[in-house]
């Protein structure tokens, strides 16, 4: 069993930052990917940036690519999401994901079979 719990939101001015953090427990194996999923007043849920627990590979969208990125710190079975130059395009609800078998970076939600419970971004202009 795998939890994740976020943390970090808020709001935030159209060109200000947030970093959100996601805790991770689980019990016996750690999982092998992470990833950052938001969903927008209206829209779809978008997977943002995906890493790799045991290498540390990277992958982000090319929407947030240059203002986003997805971190870890493994000794505290954690990830986080540094968002810069946020604008009102980034208010949403964002949510971690953690996959126990994945081989490869990922941005598809079905790839990923924990959730943490989501946070609210909102940005104002």
């Known amino acids: 069993q795998v939890t994740l719990v976020e943390s970090g939101g808020g709001s935030v001015q159209a060109g200000g930052s947030l970093r959100l953090s996601c805790v991770v427990s689980?019990?016996?194996?750690?999982?092998?990917?992470y990833a950052w999923f938001r969903q927008a007043p209206g829209k779809e849920r978008e997977g943002l940036a995906s890493?790799?627990?045991?290498?540390?590979?990277?992958y982000h969208i090319d929407s947030v690519k240059g203002r986003f990125t997805i971190s870890q710190d493994t000794s505290k079975n954690a990830v986080y999401l540094q968002m810069n130059n946020l604008n009102v395009d980034d208010t949403g609800v964002y949510t971690c994901?953690?996959?126990?078998?994945?081989?490869?970076?990922?941005?598809?939600?079905?790839?990923?079979?924990?959730w943490g419970q989501g946070v609210q971004v909102t940005v104002s202009p």
């Open positions: 994901a953690a996959s126990s078998y994945l081989g490869a970076l990922s941005t598809v939600g079905g790839a990923y079979d924990y």
């Open positions: 689980f019990r016996t194996r750690s999982p092998k990917y």
């Open positions: 890493i790799s627990r045991e290498r540390g590979h990277t």
